[in-house]
């Protein structure tokens, strides 16, 4: 068998050969660094699978913190939300006193107007009847003092400020 190779190399010219011998080389050195290549570039099933517990680990991590930051904006916003209620009752009574105290100082406008009937003879024994008006007395202004109520409503804004 090697005796027809050679009649065959013969048969060559030199640039031929050089061809034949570069593929020859190229060939054998493709079959030997091939494999460990292709395995240097992929990755085994091992690898594979440690880098999807890997990932699967690190999700769950990443779950547990969003889980945890949920349940803390939740929390926040129901504390906020508790103040902002005790907040709006505290208004609310604020205002309930102010408005009691403004009832404390409430002036009545109303005048009283008695007709008064008087009953005299006139000697003929007949009876008449008057009425007169009752006679109406001005009187003096009143003033009520409100600065109770006053600095109530000047508590009630500090507080709104605070």
């Known amino acids: ?3 027809y190779i050679s009649e065959i190399l013969s048969q060559f010219s030199k640039t031929q050969r050089v061809m034949a011998l570069l ?3 190229t060939t054998i050195t493709i079959i030997t660094i091939g494999p460990s290549l292709i395995d240097s570039i992929t990755t085994d099933r091992k690898e594979l ?3 999807i517990t890997n990932q699967s680990n690190r999700i769950k ?3 547990n913190q969003v889980d945890t930051l949920d349940s803390k904006i939740r929390a926040g916003q ?4 508790q103040e902002i209620w005790a907040r709006e009752n505290e208004f609310i009574q604020m205002l309930d006193e102010i408005r009691l105290e403004a009832f404390k100082y409430k002036v009545s406008t109303k005048t009283n107007e008695n007709i008064v ?3 005299k003879s006139n000697g003929d024994d007949e009876n008449v009847m008057m009425m007169e008006q009752p006679r109406q007395e001005s009187k003096p202004e009143v003033k009520v003092d409100i600065s109770p ?3 109530k409503i000047d508590k009630m804004k500090k507080k709104i400020k605070h």
């Open 117 to 119: 009937v008087n009953r």
């Open 23 to 25: 593929m020859v080389l």
């Open 61 to 63: 991590i990443l779950e």
């Open 49 to 51: 699978e440690d880098k």
């Open 78 to 81: 129901r504390s906020c939300t």
């Open 149 to 151: 109520l006053l600095s």
């Open 1 to 3: 068998m090697f005796k």
